[in-house]
T-cell receptor
Framework: DTEVTQTPKHLVMGMTNKKSLKCEQHMGHRAMYWYKQKAKKPPELMFVYSYEKLSINESVPSRFSPECPNSSLLNLHLHALQPEDSALYLC?????????FGPGTRLTVL | AQSVTQLGSHVSVSEGALVLLRCNYSSSVPPYLFWYVQYPNQGLQLLLKYTSAATLVKGINGFEAEFKKSETSFHLTKPSAHMSDAAEYFCAVRGGTNWDDKIIFGKGTRLHILP
């Protein structure tokens, strides 16, 4: 299995909702990442987990809360988001420097 | 600090013509360089990577890139464009020397294929 899966593919939520994005990989990779991509822009790093510990938080607002329950799973918990948070959220994993990206979750905040 | 610059936010080529997408890098350490492709409404797919081995790197879908240290370049080429190559292409560099360092992306180049 050489892929990263993300669920859901699409998510529409209100500003008072709580939702979660899920990412899964079964390649044995020990680093996992969350990126945010706005339209017509490159992906921007949000968080890095290395060996299930948060190693990088790129000054992301606290309304985004990452969680790494085990080496195969990465969650991104969302609460009280703003319309400007609407974007494609990409998960990636890596082991030897090469990053494998998932298909992303298209998030719309109303 | 590591960075990449992609020259040209949009490139148009005719079907069957040579594709050349330009990328220049800046790195304080020997760079690990990547080209990713993103089709509309999809995630990123790795086309090829340079990790300090051969300077001419062959990737998927007929793409290749040449690492030129003297020019700090890592341009992406394909001899003959196909309509299916229309997509956004990102050049990227690893942000440090650790295997789990983040990827830093260029601004991207949209490739248009003319019939």
């Amino acid at each position: 299995d050489t892929e990263v899966t993300q669920t859901p593919k699409h998510l529409v939520m209100g500003m008072t909702n709580k939702k979660s994005l899920k990412c899964e990989q079964h390649m044995g990779h020990r680093a996992m990442y969350w990126y945010k991509q706005k339209a017509k822009k490159p992906p921007e790093l949000m968080f890095v987990y290395s060996y299930e510990k948060l190693s990088i938080n790129e000054s992301v607002p606290s309304r985004f809360s990452p969680e790494c329950p085990n080496s195969s799973l990465l969650n991104l918990h969302l609460h009280a988001l703003q319309p400007e948070d609407s974007a494609l959220y990409l998960c990636a994993s890596s082991q030897a420097g090469e990053k494998f990206f998932g298909p992303g979750t298209r998030l719309t905040v109303l | 600090a590591q960075s990449v610059t992609q020259l040209g936010s949009h490139v148009s080529v005719s079907e069957g013509a040579l594709v050349l997408l330009r990328c220049n890098y800046s790195s304080s350490v020997p760079p690990y360089l990547f080209w990713y492709v993103q089709y509309p409404n999809q995630g990123l797919q790795l086309l090829l990577k340079y990790t300090s081995a051969a300077t001419l790197v062959k990737g998927i879908n007929g793409f290749e890139a040449e690492f030129k240290k003297s020019e700090t370049s890592f341009h992406l080429t394909k001899p003959s464009a196909h309509m299916s190559d229309a997509a956004e292409y990102f050049c990227a560099v690893r942000g440090g020397t650790n295997w789990d360092d983040k990827i830093i992306f260029g601004k991207g180049t949209r490739l248009h294929i003319l019939p």
